[in-house]
């Protein structure tokens, strides 16, 4: 009989998105309060250690993942500069959307983070530093400061809403529609 665990002792290199798709794993399988470091670490055959290196707690490994999302949204800001700003960061978002590298685990970890508001909470200053992007593309568009700023977050707001609608209330593969639908609406709010 063969031994199907992973190989303990020291890995060549850490692999983030691996490990973040193990604890993704195992919170859907027991429950994110069920699940310790300790457990993520052994499942993922890393280091308790060399996991804590990594990811200072559950709710960041939950949190992993955006920089994809991020690079594929600022891509899209930049191209957008002859659209009105409410279609230049419609655009960064379907394109952000289309960036996500597995959506079912993106709809898995907004199925978590539905059910414990302390991971929205922990998600916030990740949300806040993103919608600053956001923010300094509308200043350099000629918005007032303010302006920027609330149109910034009432998107960041609305987008993630969207996104955790997606996961929990539909079964559609990619979040696109919702995100196209909740667009309409805020346009709708602006006129």
């Not at 604890?23 to 280091?47: H, N, T």
């Not at 991020?70 to 960064?92: D, G, H, I, K, V």
Request: glycine letters at 6%; zero cysteines.
């Amino acid at each position: 009989m063969t031994d199907s665990r992973p190989a303990r002792g020291r890995p060549s290199a850490f692999d983030r998105d691996a490990v973040s798709a193990t604890a993704i794993a195992l919170f859907a399988e027991r429950g994110y309060d069920a699940v310790s470091m300790s457990d993520i670490a052994d499942a993922a055959g890393v280091s308790r250690r060399g996991l804590f290196r990594h990811f200072a707690s559950k709710a960041e490994l939950i949190w992993d993942g955006l920089t994809p999302v991020e690079e594929a949204r600022a891509q899209a800001l930049a191209a957008a500069a002859s659209a009105t700003p409410f279609e230049a960061l419609r655009l960064a978002t379907l394109a952000g959307a289309a960036a996500l590298p597995d959506p079912e685990a993106t709809r898995t970890r907004l199925r978590i983070m539905g059910t414990h508001p302390e991971l929205i909470a922990f998600g916030s200053g990740r949300m806040f530093a993103s919608s600053q992007l956001l923010v300094a593309h509308l200043g350099e568009r000629g918005l007032d400061p303010l302006a920027a700023r609330t149109f910034s977050s009432a998107v960041t707001a609305a987008v993630f809403d969207a996104y955790l609608f997606w996961a929990i209330e539909t079964a559609d593969a990619t979040p696109q529609a919702t995100l196209e639908a909740a667009f309409e609406r805020l346009a709708r709010l602006g006129s």
